[in-house]
């Protein structure tokens, strides 16, 4: 009796090419999947950097406008409270906190706000203090100033009469939303993993751009708010404070006049009222 054997020799099975081939294609297969993971590992890692540097800006931005409402507050009128620097990108003012006639340059009742281009940050100084960081990663802090009739104040810094004239400043932050784009494959290592991987990366990064929203792609988001402080644009009148004779003037008789003038000086009596 004859047997037959489990291999014959009609029989054939893979080359040694041909694994070679699939095991390639394989690994590209997988470099790709894991090019597909890193990619949208670091947009999500992107996106979260932006939405920190927006909460960062728009903190710095809140505070400011809030405490700009309290420039020139001057209960007694004779702190001579208000804007002391109106730069495009540098704000100085005071205000009589306690109310005692007098503003104490020392304290708490002047601040100014800067940007320091080096270190990308909104910095708060008060009085004779450290400026302090209050917003990180800026790439551009900008003030404008409009007088009460809604036109702008140009010519920056403004001088003493002009500033005299600011009812309204608006306040320009741009958080820097720029992002480093590069890979993390090693090609020039010779290994055949590291190159697919590199190329498959750098072919989905070549995608991925090209779906970016343009503005991620060019970093600019500029942040914007205007603030009214209630107490500047008064000239001063120099009447009393009111009291019982009623020769104060303005709301409550503090010696202040609100003022809605085309033309100014610093001489109240020289203000020419183009309002009907």
Not at 25 to 30: G, H, K, R, T, Y
Not at 34 to 39: K, P, Q, R, Y
Not at 43 to 66: D, F
Request: charged fraction near 20%; charge should be negative.
């Amino acid at each position: 009796m004859r047997f037959r054997t489990a291999f014959t020799k009609d029989e054939t099975g893979f080359t040694v090419t041909e694994l070679l081939v699939t095991i390639t294609a394989s690994l590209i297969v997988l470099a790709a999947l894991g090019a597909i993971f890193t990619i949208q590992n670091r947009s999500y890692s992107a996106q979260e950097r932006i939405v920190v540097a927006q909460e960062n800006a728009r903190a710095a931005l809140q505070l400011m406008t809030k405490e700009l409402l309290m420039a020139g507050y001057d209960p007694t009128g004779n702190a001579d409270a208000g804007i002391e620097i109106a730069d495009a990108d540098v704000v100085q003012f005071t205000w009589d906190k306690n109310g005692n006639g007098v503003v104490d340059t020392t304290g708490s009742e002047r601040i100014k706000y800067t940007l320091d281009t080096t270190a990308k940050q909104v910095r708060r100084t008060v009085g004779s203090g450290t400026p302090q960081p209050i917003g990180e990663n800026i790439q551009s802090l900008s003030f404008s100033y409009y007088d009460s009739d809604g036109n702008q104040l140009t010519g920056v810094p403004l001088s003493d009469a002009q500033k005299a004239r600011v009812t309204r400043v608006v306040v320009h932050v741009t958080p820097d939303l720029s992002q480093a784009a590069g890979s993390d494959g090693n090609a020039g290592e010779g290994s055949i993993v590291l190159w697919a991987y590199d190329g498959a990366v750098r072919a989905w990064e070549s995608v991925s751009e090209l779906l970016t929203p343009p503005a991620y792609a060019t970093g600019d988001r500029e942040l914007r708010d205007g603030v009214t402080p209630p107490n500047l644009g008064k000239r001063r009148t120099g009447a009393d404070t009111g009291g019982g004779s009623g020769s104060g003037i303005g709301p409550s008789g503090t010696g202040y006049q609100t003022v809605k003038d085309d033309t100014w000086s610093e001489s109240s009596s020289s203000s020419s009222s183009s309002s009907s």
